[in-house]
């Protein structure tokens, strides 16, 4: 049985005092109220990683950042390691986001960097793929999606490879109400399950966790969810209020 996720991506949103609130009321409604079969993870900013981790640290919601820096340490102005992240007692981080690969020219090549350095820090990677509206239009969804695994993720290990979950979040869908079909996400996660399978052998391929992401609210999770190679949501938009989420993780 593979592990099922929603994870919030709070993306640029939220002051301290909010977000801690806000984590609190997340904490506190898991604990009365288990999350079931699901895994419940938070993707702050940076600054409430600290506090977030002291609030939850007693509950069953997971903690995680949203990106990290390309280099272990040093003199690198503005930016925060995976170490630094794990430090905090988080033990997720989000790598790929396609907001990050289109805004700050992330490629697959600093992906990878981020990723292994993620991985060596002990943080497990959300990895994210997907293509946008052009390519799917132009027909090479397909072949976007098997050049980021192969060139952002598939230098690790097999080993290694137990450290990721993977979230394919088609470009389009993301914040604009547009979602994905249940079938057409469950035709590209069987897509991405089958290039895992190829590449490291079915036993990680079967236990891979593969999120959908792109608009998903409590209105369509139950269906998307329902399909066999979606595991979970990364969740925007909807992951801010706390009625849409943790309907969202009800959802299974
Ligand atoms: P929305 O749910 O707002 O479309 O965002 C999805 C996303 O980018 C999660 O990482």
């Given at each position: 049985m593979r592990k099922k996720i929603v994870a919030g991506n709070?993306?640029?949103?939220?002051d301290l005092a909010e977000g801690l609130k806000f984590t609190a009321s997340i904490d506190k409604y898991f604990k009365d109220k288990p999350s079931g079969k699901a895994q419940v993870i938070l993707c702050t900013p940076f600054i409430h990683l600290a506090g977030a981790s002291d609030i939850l640290k007693h509950g069953k919601v997971a903690l995680g950042a949203q990106n990290c820096a390309s280099e272990a340490s040093g003199a690198y102005t503005g930016e925060v390691s995976a170490w630094m992240i794990k430090s905090t007692g988080a033990e997720y981080v989000i790598i790929g986001h396609s907001e990050r690969r289109t805004y700050y020219h992330e490629d697959d090549k600093l992906l990878s960097k981020k990723t292994l350095l993620a991985i060596n820090s002990g943080l497990k990677v959300i990895f994210c793929i997907g293509e946008s509206l052009n390519e799917r239009e132009s027909g090479k969804h397909f072949l976007i999606v098997k050049r980021q695994l192969e060139e952002g993720?598939?230098?690790?290990t097999e080993n290694q490879m137990d450290m990721i979950v993977l979230a394919y979040e088609p470009v389009w869908a993301i914040g604009t109400g547009l979602t994905a079909s249940p079938e057409q996400a469950q035709e590209m996660h069987k897509y991405i399950r089958d290039l895992v399978k190829e590449k490291y052998g079915n036993e990680c391929a079967k236990k891979m966790p593969i999120l959908y992401g792109g608009s998903c609210k409590p209105s369509n999770a139950a269906e998307i969810f329902s399909k066999p190679d979606v595991d979970g949501g990364l969740i925007g938009?909807?992951?801010?209020?706390k009625e849409d989420f943790t309907a969202i993780v009800e959802a299974f």
């Open positions: 709070w993306k640029m949103n939220m993720l598939f230098t690790l938009g909807a992951a801010l209020k």
